[in-house]
């Protein structure tokens, strides 16, 4: 098999050492690392039809992987306008006012990225904004996508005039204390009652806006995805641009499973696992034990400061306790979507549940199950993650961009000082054995790996890095970051054995940096240039000085 890209005068970064490997070069052959050596003995590979690279010592390190993101709904979500870098409701009244000017009779205004923490002690509503939006159809999406806000316009087409009743336990149509919306809605199933009968992208819109954001996580470095959703055409989407040579990250795909799902739907879930395309895979079944903090649909093990988050998002937790170990029996690992104390423990209590029941005809014995988040956790859950071979993912940066240090925060202030002081435990959970893996969650976040990487490490808000770090002891290495997105994310794939490294036989997924990752400070890190990614063996993203 011919060699069909070398890359010279590097510097290859093994993340599990931190060191640099003593070969300066290496050659790429159907997809896969050939050979390792140094530049004269490499160079030799090459044939006429070669592409050869000459790095002049930049950093190849494995493919950075986000371990949780959803790139489809992403994209869709984050066409609109952007309210995330609003500070308070004046700030927000005059960004929908702008955009309320260029609208034409009757169309909708669509919004994402709003922040909670604008409404300072006020309670969440649509009220403030209800003079600018008198007679706009609206949806503004919250920063976590867990809720929105409609205006009344859009509760009216809607026809949401009360309170409703969902599958999803957190799920709610907020009213007032006589019974009328407030505009809040909290969960996937309320928020879908004004979203159905808003208007949606076409097929090409989709695709574009979906190609784009993939192209846009290429040239920041990214090789791979933890696909944490699989909705309306995600799948017909991502098998389109496969077929077509334009899909630039690797993916694989968890498609949801939500309450009320029977034993027919769970063997559905489990029929569809392997199925995919060249660069991307059905691999998992994500589900969601709770919401989130800052609406208060969270599950806590006490009620938050307002006396919510006290429900599972599964209306019967045993329910979720059978599905994954069905799941379990069936050799497919799980991701649970788990916030609070007490969904965090219900999760683990359910995979040890399926790992004592066994029953399976074997496939169950290496499944790797995962929770997602994290955020807050006491001390005696922290080994069984470990224990278990639970695999912990995290989001650093939505501690950094979400929470203050002073926990005056929404966030914080819901939890109290004593569960606030135990946010994204990073630290504890690696220090306990567990496998950390790091991911942005975009459209939460913000995609680029290095700033999720730099999170990790700082714990600062990205906007100003100025402030004080929100529990700095949870702080990660540099190395331990790096291997939270490359060798940490192979193992949450069950891949170690073909990615994760910089080693003969692995695949060519690589990324290419101007300097050094871990000796680069924390702050300084997303500054750094990404001057090559390699999906596959092949180049996906180049920079122009390269």
Known sequence: ????????????????????????????????????????????????????????????????????????????????????????????????????????????????????NVFGDVPVGSAPFDAVLDGVPAFLLLFDAHSALASRRALELAGVDGPRTFDQGSAEVVCDERGRPTGLLLEEAACELVQRVAPRPTRWEQRDRLAAA????????????????????????????????????????APWCQPGTDADGVRALVDQQGTGGRLWRVAGIKLFMDGTIDNGTAWLERPDCHGESTHAFWPDPAVYTEVIGAFHRAGVPTATHAIGDAAVRHALDAVEKARAGGGGDGRDRGVRHRIEHIETVPDDTLNRFAGLGVLASMQPTHCCDFTRADHTDNWSRRLGEERAARAWRCRDLWDSGATVVLGSDWPIAPFPPLGVMAGARHRRPARDLSQPPHAPEQALTGREALQGMTVNAARAAGEEHEAGRLAVGHRADLTVLGGDPLTTSATDLPDLPVLLTVLDGRPTHRHPGL
């Open 1 to 116: 098999m011919r060699t069909t890209l070398l890359l010279l005068s590097a510097r290859l970064l093994d993340p599990v050492t931190g060191a640099f490997l003593p070969e300066t070069a290496l050659a790429v052959s159907g997809g896969r690392i050939a050979a390792l050596g140094d530049d004269r003995e490499i160079r030799a590979l090459a044939d006429s039809a070669t592409t050869v690279v000459d790095l002049k010592g930049a950093v190849v390190t494995p493919g950075l992987v986000d371990g949780h993101v959803h790139p489809v709904s992403g994209a869709e979500l984050t066409h609109g306008l952007d309210l995330s870098g609003c500070r308070d409701v004046a700030d927000v009244r005059e960004a929908l006012a702008r955009e309320v000017r260029g609208l034409e009779r009757g169309q909708w205004l669509s919004g994402w990225g709003l922040d909670p």
């Open 214 to 253: 993939l192209r846009s996580m290429a040239a920041a470095g990214l090789t791979g995805g933890h696909v944490m959703d699989a909705n309306g055409a995600s799948l017909d989407l991502l098998a389109e641009l496969d077929a077509a040579g334009e899909l630039p990250l690797r993916l694989r795909v």
